[in-house]
């Protein structure tokens, strides 16, 4: 036997299949509560195919998940069953019939296996690739179960309380809880923080416990469970669940503030890496572009293994025709479109960009023929024009942010269509688009950009000045005066860590790094200060109450994708390592060299990695990846392979760099 053989199947049904199960996990007050937008299903019927040149006879065996055939030049075989195969032209087919999972094959031999090298056929479009996982090599593997992991948790702390007991795990954790020897039907109730655990009216998670030897309850997102009662289980614990990735990316420094803001920032992240990036791992438990855009980022930061990657973009594109926007809003069909290139460009990997080009295309396609008539972005019946939760945002006709954000998505196409090869006909004209903003938002003699034109308002907020820098929208000239006037000015504050993280990350593109982490220690350290252990979907200082949100007492996520933030921004600002070409092939480190005395981070680049490391007056940079520029005061001095650079910081470089700012 050989262990080359993979599970094949029909390329994007693994992802879709569970995308589908993902979303139906979310309860609400003990009732399901599934996703808000149509979800996609897999092809039942699907032919796997390949051609062999055999040189003399083999054997091999077919196994399927679902019912199953085997062809061999016509010739039937059932599955299960080792074929003996004669030498010369041989055309394998298995085909798969799975109503109610995902239809795949597994065939293993020496000669003759299945991997990605297979085509299928659902005979509903042209002969496609095969998806497969190295996760699945053996026979006895089920593609239907995500391959996690588990990792025995204890309880921090107990206290007996209100005619119960109340476990502690110490920090926001996603696990099955385990309860042993339980006498008589127990009530738990789950909670992100000790008072909702304890409010049994509305606490968002909670289940009824029947009598057993051993309870293992559904997995939740919880640090604190209230176990109802007298009598309590003889031992309580969790089993945590997480995504194994190879993690490289780190930081630490001379400031334990920011030490624990970062600490914190990567737990949730890798809390919300599940099947797929998610948004939150308690309320929602959904997939949302939006926050999918930001966690590929801050991903970028930290792990080489692309995959949840992969696995997110082909899940949130779904299955064309396209009839509604990805989770219904205008702007996350764009987000998507640019997470696809940002992968590509940090990747490298074309491969998988063929394999979604069809359906990126018929996406691309949908966002443009809903158009208006001056060729932007607007409301058309079943749309969400989101851009933020802003009570200030003019969103009466088309936004300018979401114009700019079809600029940028168009430039990503246009980008990915010369890489494969593509005609451009299909494409906007970016350069027409561009001069179409300028004239209907741009305010010259305010030096910013308009939420809108339509209601004669004439507002300025951030967000699409946010994006016109960010996405080199601008000129010099125009971006300097956008950071001063609007970025550094008295516009209205942006108040959720969502597009707070597009703001910071345009002021650090800028240079502005002490006023970057000014707000980093404020905002998230806040956060800190009132006991978080992972960042939450929303912070306001000047609140007491931290939990409601949505009309629900508990409602607010208290471990939110998007508030992993800080991980990016002290990377790429701080110790300013940034990607500067496909792959990763050149890359550049801008370290900040005032406001924290010592630093050293890591992050991953090309087949490497590069560590930049300041100490005082002195940088030194290591990488395990050529293709690096040091950059400090003007000055550019290349990295070396596995050579340490050391350049001594001046105090005319400390002077120049604090005036920037």
């Not at 692309?306 to 764009?334: C, F, M, Q, W």
């Not at 000055?635 to 650079?645: A, C, D, F, N, P």
């Amino acid at each position: 036997m050989t262990k080359k053989a993979k599970w094949i199947w029909r390329y994007g049904d693994y992802e879709i299949f569970h995308n589908v199960l993902l979303h139906m996990r979310r309860k609400r007050y003990g009732v399901p509560y599934p996703a808000l937008w149509a979800l996609d299903s897999v092809e039942p019927n699907v032919l796997f195919t390949k051609k062999f040149v055999l040189e003399e006879p083999t054997k091999f065996t077919v196994f399927t998940n679902g019912l199953g055939q085997v062809r061999v030049n016509r010739q039937l075989y059932p599955v299960g069953e080792e074929i003996v195969c004669s030498a010369g032209e041989k055309v394998i087919d298995v085909l798969v019939t799975n109503p109610r999972g995902l239809p795949a094959a597994f065939v293993v031999g020496e000669k003759v296996f299945s991997d990605e090298s297979w085509f299928c056929d659902d005979k509903k479009a042209p002969m496609d690739c095969v998806g497969c996982s190295p996760a699945y090599y053996r026979a006895a593997d089920n593609v239907e179960e995500f391959p996690f992991a588990l990792k025995k948790i204890s309880v921090f702390t107990k206290e007996e309380t209100a005619g119960g007991c109340l476990y502690d795990f110490g920090k926001e954790t996603y696990a099955f809880l385990v309860l042993e020897n339980i006498t008589e039907h127990t009530q738990v109730y789950f909670g992100e923080s000790r008072e909702e655990a304890l409010d049994t009216q509305y606490a968002y998670l909670r289940e009824t416990v029947l009598p057993a030897a051993k309870a293992r309850l559904e997995k939740r997102a919880f640090r604190f469970a209230y176990v109802c009662g007298k009598q309590q289980p003889t031992a309580v614990y969790g089993e945590y669940e997480y995504l194994p990735m190879e993690k490289i990316g780190g930081f630490s420094s001379d400031d334990e503030e920011l030490n624990t803001i970062y600490q914190i920032g990567e737990r949730t992240l890798e809390l919300c890496a599940r099947e797929f990036y998610i948004d939150g791992i308690k309320r929602d438990h959904w997939v949302w572009s939006g926050d999918a855009y930001q966690a590929f980022m801050i991903h970028n930061c930290l792990f080489a293994d692309r995959e949840i990657v992969k696995r997110t973009i082909t899940a949130l594109l779904g299955k064309p025709p396209y009839r509604r926007h990805v989770n219904t809003i205008n702007d996350y069909s764009l987000y998507l479109i640019v997470s696809a290139y940002d992968y590509y460009f940090q990747s490298g990997d074309a491969e998988f960009v063929r394999k979604i080009w069809a359906r990126l295309k018929e996406l691309y396609a949908f966002c443009v023929e809903r158009l208006d008539e001056n060729g932007f972005v607007c409301k058309r019946q079943g749309d969400w024009i989101f851009v933020d939760w802003s009570n200030t945002l003019d969103k009466d006709g088309p936004p300018c942010a979401l114009q700019i954000l079809l600029w940028k998505a168009n430039k990503c196409m246009r980008e990915l269509a010369v890489v494969l090869g593509d005609r451009l006909e299909f494409l906007l004209d970016g350069d027409a688009l561009k001069e179409k903003i300028f004239e209907k938002y741009y305010d010259g003699e305010r030096g910013a950009f308009i939420d809108g034109f339509t209601s004669g308002k004439r507002m300025i907020n951030r967000q699409q000045n946010v994006f016109a820098v960010l996405y080199g929208f601008t000129n010099e000239a125009q971006t300097r005066r956008i950071v001063e006037t609007v970025l550094c000015g008295d516009a209205p504050a942006i108040t959720t860590p969502f597009f707070k993280f597009f703001e910071l990350a345009a002021l650090g593109k800028c240079g502005k790094t002490e006023r970057v982490f000014e707000f980093v220690k404020a905002y998230w350290g806040g956060m800190v200060k009132l006991g978080a252990t992972s960042f939450w979907e929303e912070y306001d200082p000047t609140k007491t109450e931290h939990y409601a949100m949505y009309g629900d007492k508990y409602g607010k996520s208290l471990c939110h994708v998007w508030g992993s933030g800080p991980v990016y921004l002290m990377i790429n600002y701080l110790a300013g390592i940034q990607i500067t070409s496909v792959g990763g092939a050149t890359y550049e480190v801008k370290p900040c060299v005032n406001g924290v005395k010592d630093y050293t981070a890591r992050m991953p680049v090309s087949n490497g990695w590069v560590e930049v490391e300041k100490r005082g007056a002195r940088v030194n940079v290591y990488a395990m990846s050529a293709g690096g520029t040091l950059i400090l005061d003007g000055k550019r001095y290349l990295i070396e392979k596995e050579k340490q650079l050391t350049v001594e910081v001046t105090g005319e470089m400390l002077e120049r760099s604090t005036d920037e700012n």
